[in-house]
């Protein structure tokens, strides 16, 4: 039996793809967020600190990776510090993602004053085969006086510094944003509900295993305050502007239409993915950027292993002649990660998409650009674990300005990446009868996880 033909071959012409993006609740887009690229940790560390140094009144905190590294260690303290001046500060952190970390956090924390919870508890090794263990926090938020937000893709953990793989010379390549206003506001919300929904379902697992976090099935101080707070927040609606005004329409025709001057500016969304109402609103986000591009698409992910939608959505915009890149790991950190999205090449190449791989660190970004006023950053790779089970995070932009430094950003990462185009690098691809075995473990972890069922 014979392979794939040559992934240089001229592309077929692509059946169209529909745009369930149009289905999903629309995005609550908003003015004045000002959004700040913060490329590298080297970034958002020192601009975190400085937020929460001047913190007044509430510091909101949920991250996948809460290590004890020098830098995480530095962001503990500074936590601390403003819990002991009175600040009210809640720090949620996966209890797969900060395993490690959980026994050193958890006094220091509670000393402090912090309040501190584990989300979903990694309990033993039979937790990997049984359904829905698998649905992460993979959110990195920071709210600090619901006005102040950092988003991105950047866990707590020195760049330079890998779990698995140690340390290295070089920091891994990953972004962050900081933003203000009204979206700060929402987002605050948006983490309150998931703060709120595991005090809930997490407090008779708490008290069982002594496990750090508030109860409301137990007999401490905070008992009758918790229920006084799940109670108000069921009965509140999520924040609105101080004048009362709604968020700008989620169709940007329509910002323009009522804010002239607005789009031209800068308008933002928060992004999330829930296992609710929100389920597929990232994987739709980027399907409907790509469905409207006319020049470039962007793509920077470490995990790349999308559904049909997606994929579909690629090969439309690079036949109708827009110029569509996808940077991908060439540092492989997970060989079935890896070997994943290198099932795929074949597919993406015969299209017209160009692939690079970065090798000079590990990559950990998840950002695109779309034309030259669209962008996204967050915690969501474009794979099943991220776009179908995991607890997701992402901001989308349009603004030129941030879309022209964020697009200016990747192309230098890519100038420094080996592009996927010449013979000795095309055996860099998974062997072709490998790719039927990857779409059925993806199908199956899917499965095992809870997700929602996707096609591969």
């Known amino acids: 039996m014979n ?8 592309p077929p012409l692509p059946t169209p793809a529909s745009d369930p993006a149009l289905d999903d609740p629309p995005l609550d ?5 000002m959004p700040r690229l913060l490329p590298y940790g080297a970034a958002l560390f020192p601009a975190m600190l400085q937020a929460i140094d001047q913190a007044q009144h509430s510091i ?48 220091r924390f509670a000393d402090a004053g912090v309040e501190f919870m584990v989300f979903r508890p990694w309990r033993h090794w039979t ?18 006086d619901a006005h102040t937000a950092f988003i991105g893709g950047i866990n ?10 140690g340390w290295s010379a070089q920091p891994r390549l990953d972004y962050a944003v900081q933003y203000h206003g009204h979206l700060a506001r929402q987002t605050q919300w948006v983490m309150q509900r998931l703060w709120l929904r595991t005090v809930l379902t997490g407090s008779l697992q708490r008290r069982l295993r002594n496990l750090p976090g508030p109860g409301v099935f137990d007999t401490s101080p905070n008992q009758r305050a918790y229920w006084q707070e799940l109670l108000d927040w069921s009965n509140s609606p999520p924040p609105v502007d101080e004048d009362g005004a709604p968020p700008i329409p989620s169709s940007p025709a329509a910002a323009r239409r009522r804010t002239p001057r607005a789009l031209a500016d800068s308008l933002a969304a928060l992004v999330v993915r829930d296992n609710f109402s929100q389920r597929r609103a990232i994987e739709h986000s980027y399907i409907r950027a790509i469905n409207r591009a006319s020049r470039r698409v962007l793509i920077v992910s470490p995990y790349f292993y999308p559904g049909l939608d997606f994929r579909q959505a690629l090969k439309n915009a690079a036949a109708r002649g827009v110029h569509v890149v996808l940077l991908l790991q060439g540092r492989i950190d997970y060989r079935l990660a890896g070997w994943a999205a290198r099932a795929l090449y074949g597919e993406m190449l015969r299209a017209g998409v160009q692939i690079f791989e ?10 695109a650009v779309v034309d ?16 179908l089970v995991n607890l997701e995070a992402n901001l989308a932009v349009r603004d030129q300005a941030f879309a022209r430094e964020l697009g200016a950003h990747i192309e230098s990462q890519i100038a420094r990446s080996l592009p996927i185009d010449t013979p000795d690098r095309l055996r860099t691809r998974a062997p072709w009868w490998l790719r039927p075995f990857v779409a059925l473990a993806a199908r199956a972890f899917v499965a095992l996880a809870g997700g929602i069922k996707a096609e591969y």
């Open 156 to 165: 707590l953990i020195d760049d330079r510094l890998d779990i698995h793989h």
């Open 29 to 33: 887009w908003y003015e004045g967020a």
């Open 3 to 10: 392979g794939p033909a040559d992934p240089l071959s001229a």
């Open 358 to 367: 970065y090798t000079p660190a590990y990559l950990h970004a998840k950002v």
């Open 372 to 387: 030259d006023d669209w962008a996204t950053v967050g915690s969501s790779n474009i794979d099943p674990l991220s776009l």
């Open 127 to 144: 937790d990997v085969v049984q359904r829905g263990r698998w649905r992460r926090l993979h959110r990195k938020l920071c709210v600090v």
């Open 60 to 107: 909101w905190l949920q991250t996948y990776i809460f290590h004890t590294d020098e830098v995480a260690l530095r962001i503990a303290g500074a936590l601390c510090d403003a819990a002991r001046r009175g600040v009210q500060v809640r720090v949620l952190v996966d209890g797969l993602g900060s395993a490690r970390s959980i026994a050193t956090l958890s006094p």
